[in-house]
């Protein structure tokens, strides 16, 4: 049965072959010849070492470069030279150096042992042609936590400005300064200067490039570069500040305060603000999201103060052992009404508990700060809170924060 088989097949295929000559005639055979003498080619080009490398990179033989499709689940990872890295450096660099200035203060120093002078150095940023400069708060004005009980540190009673390839030093004017955000504008009386480009800052991505420029330790026009390590990070500084910021691993140091923070596209996504230092820290800095900056930037040009909403009281939150103790509930205690104030005149007295604003219940100080600043002076908030073991609501007009 076998050799029936097999015969059958042979002549299946000797009957096929008998059938199909001319079409074997005319394209088989040259087509065959064709092969044959192409890999004849390959085979004496193998033996020229630069031609075999050439078409081994570029990938005519052998497996290697074979890409299989991705799926959602995998990454498809690009490699990029070291080169094209470099170029983006370079490009974002020339673009943003122009748009950075350095910054340098001079204060008083008030101590027992008498009245000295000191200096420090910032970064700014140019936000329009004509000489406004976007910095940090604390690079210009001194904080409390700048002064002890052996000495006061004033104001700064002058501060100067250095461009990108200029010699000359510029006298500048503090024009607005908000402590609540860390931000400020000063001017030089200057025009055809090159404003930044600014990003948007909600669409920054972690893992993304991120460059920082500032004046680090007075060293004027210095850029690091890095990632973005994180987005929405929430910190509270050691004076009890707190800001949601943007994380980064570029290089952050003294001076870059003020500084910009750029992607790629050589955009501004951030204000170089703080960092973290200590045995065992590396590449932990942080900014401000530049979309947060804009509408105060806006204020402190127009009105040298940002206007915010105003309730009047002070709280805090309230731990377990209180709410039990006192018999309360989870909320923000009041312990001071200011006289005159918005809080006052809607009715809220101390020892109040508020448990909600606008339908949101609030347990932090904090988080009726935020509510509040989302809303304008003279619009009207719903509070919700605990008196005497029963619950009130109170409708709160806001006005200006004096």
Known sequence: MEENQNNYTFKSLENNYKSKTSFSKSVLLPFMSGIVGACLVIGACLGVPSIKNQILDSGILGSETKQEPTTSNQVNATA???????????????????SIVGIEIEYDINSIFGRSS?????????????GY??????????????????YEVSDAISVKVKLYNDDNVYDAKIIGTDDDTDLAVIKIEKTGLTPAELGNSDDVKVGEYAMAIGNPLGLATSATSGI??????????????KYTVIQTDAAINSGNSGGALVNSEGKVIGINTLKLSGTGVEGIGFAIPINSTTDITKQLIEYSKVIRPYIGISGRGLTDDEITRYKLVEGVYVFEVEDFTAAQKAGIKVGDVITEID??????VEEITNIKNEHKIGDTIKIKLYRNGEYKELDLTLEEEP
Request: glycine fraction near 8%; charge should be negative.
């Open 80 to 98: 990029v030279s070291l080169k094209e890295y470099s170029e983006t450096g370079i490009g974002v660099a020339s673009k943003v150096l122009p």
């Open 118 to 130: 000191s200096s420090a150095t910032g970064s700014g940023i140019i936000i329009s042609e004509d």
């Open 133 to 150: 400069i976007l910095t940090n708060n604390h690079v210009v004005s001194t904080s409390t936590s700048s002064s002890s009980l052996y």
């Open 228 to 241: 973005i390590s994180a987005v929405n990070r929430e910190i509270t500084t050691t004076d009890n500040e």
């Open 359 to 364: 339908g949101k219940k609030v347990t932090e």
